[in-house]
């Protein structure tokens, strides 16, 4: 059974940082794309960051490029996200995800619970 595990989220204040990390179980996938989307408070769902299987491929969205950094580590079927700099404007339920294909733009097929950030003073 394939399943995704977000955690590391929380209550944090604007300028702080936060390390998000995600295990992956029921599957290897060396060549899997992964991504990390999130949803902010009444809003719809938002791309944020996506990773190649080898980990040397990276994309980030613009709100976000230059203090997310995206990684995974292969040998514990886990992603990451180090967030840092973090606004109040980065509060949202962030969700990893497993695409099917080779490329950012490719449909995610399994996804996590997400993990809540707040960002606020």
């Known amino acids: 059974q394939v399943k995704l595990v977000e955690s590391g989220g929380g209550l944090v204040q604007p300028g702080e940082s936060l390390r998000l990390s995600c295990k992956a179980s029921g599957f290897t996938c060396s060549n899997c794309w992964m991504t990390w989307v999130r949803q902010a408070p009444g809003k719809g769902l938002e791309w944020v960051s996506a990773?190649?299987?080898?980990?040397?491929?990276?994309y980030y969205a613009n709100p976000v490029k230059g203090r997310f950094t995206i990684s995974r580590d292969s040998a514990e079927n886990t992603l990451f996200l180090q967030m840092d700099s973090l606004k109040p404007e980065d509060t949202a339920l962030y969700y990893c995800a497993k695409l099917t294909g080779s490329g950012r733009n490719y449909p995610a097929d399994y996804w996590g619970n997400g993990t809540l950030v707040t960002v606020s003073s």
């Open positions: 990773i190649n299987g080898a980990g040397h491929v990276v």
